[in-house]
């Protein structure tokens, strides 16, 4: 079978010519390009490419994408499962073991052998353009992923390094709840501590604090956190101190880590771990936190999306639901759109 070269497009640099693969986080210390793609389990893969130039997803010829089904779309958990789940989170809120956790499931559908993960992303961009937009095609590396993330987890210059953690998600803004403001404010705290044990102390700062942003059908909070990296630390300290990403895993985060491992029935895989770009001659990257992300398992012949929400004492379970539907929809219209581009909008199974 004809493997697509393995190609990158991310943060708007299309990167070709595959010079090296490497599992190791020292690498990106090195020299040259390199994307990388981190698994929410901790699998990492960073790929140095020697042909880099700048472009923008827009710009590349509109390959077309063969997608599933509408009606082909299975998920991890069902409706009664996720809510199940919901409350046995707060459940674990109320004996005092975490103040939150997010709950996701994988949704699967099956794809045709030979489905390119550019062309999807090629779909995403047109369709539900987002900062972090791209993809990652190393087939012969079991990574192909394409992402339309709206989320900042790393950005590094030098040493200055910033965060721009998401909590809370409303179809409008006037969707918005208190429970979301707190939510967006106990994983600030979180994203703090984590960047506190590789900064300078007393260089941590929040410039914004749930600010609200606007992307195609919803809105969300953001916030912004920024530090200066302590002398001698780079990416393996960085991610070592923050990987996985605060606002897809819950306040304490490791607590919240072993909850996610008893609710959850299906590895996320890129889905909530980290994608994007480092440019080690210049000392510079940006990664993203992996949602709003397809990846195709060759393995098992299937196209995967992932989809949460985080549960906070607050939380109802019919409301956590809907807001994994409501992140869910719109990606999976695309996905599931014909060669001839129209949407074939769909809700997830139940």
């Known amino acids: 079978m004809h493997l697509p070269p393995p190609t990158a497009l991310l943060g708007g640099h299309l990167a070709t010519g595959l010079v090296d693969v490497a599992s190791d986080p020292s690498a990106l210390e090195s020299k040259g390009f390199w994307a990388v793609a981190a698994d929410f389990e901790g699998r990492l893969t960073c790929a140095r490419f020697r042909d880099v130039r700048r472009t923008e997803q827009r710009d590349l010829p509109a390959a077309p994408w063969h997608g599933p089904r509408a009606d082909a779309w299975s998920t991890s958990l069902d409706r009664r499962a996720y809510q199940n789940g919901v409350t046995r989170i707060r459940e674990h809120i109320a004996a005092g073991a975490v103040y939150q ?8 559908a099956p794809v045709e052998t030979g489905a390119d993960v550019g062309a999807l992303a090629g779909s995403l961009a047109r369709h539900n353009p987002a900062p972090y937009a791209g993809f990652v095609r190393l087939p012969r590396h079991g990574v192909e992923v ?8 790393l950005r590094r210059d030098g040493g200055e390094v910033t965060s721009g953690p ?7 803004e006037a969707d918005l709840l208190e429970k979301d403001h707190a939510e967006n404010v106990m994983i600030v705290d979180l994203v703090r501590n984590d960047l506190g044990r590789v900064c300078v102390p007393g260089s941590v700062t929040v410039p914004d604090l749930c600010a609200v942003e606007k992307h195609p059908g919803l809105v969300h909070l953001v916030s912004t956190v920024r530090g200066r990296l302590r002398d001698g630390l780079g990416w393996p300290e960085l991610l070592a101190a923050t990987f996985p990403p605060g606002s897809v895993t819950g306040a304490p985060k490791e607590s919240a880590l ?6 959850e029935t299906s590895p996320r895989g890129p889905y909530c771990g980290g994608i994007g770009w480092v440019d080690a001659d210049r000392g510079r990257g940006e990664l993203a936190v992996g949602i709003r992300t397809f990846w195709i398992d060759s393995a098992e012949g299937l196209l995967k999306f992932g989809t949460g929400a985080g549960i906070t ?6 409301r956590e639901w809907l807001e994994t539907e409501l992140k869910a929809s719109r990606l999976l219209a695309i996905a599931s759109a014909d060669s001839g581009g129209r949407l074939g909008w769909t809700r997830a199974a139940h």
């Not at 394409?146 to 987890?153: D, G, I, K, V, Y």
């Open 166 to 172: 998401i909590k809370g998600t409303g179809r409008t």
């Open 146 to 153: 394409a992402t339309a993330s709206p989320e900042l987890f």
């Open 101 to 108: 956790a997010n709950l996701c499931r994988v949704l699967f």
């Open 258 to 263: 072993k909850i996610i491992e008893t609710l």
């Open 313 to 318: 004492w607050g939380s109802d379970p019919e």
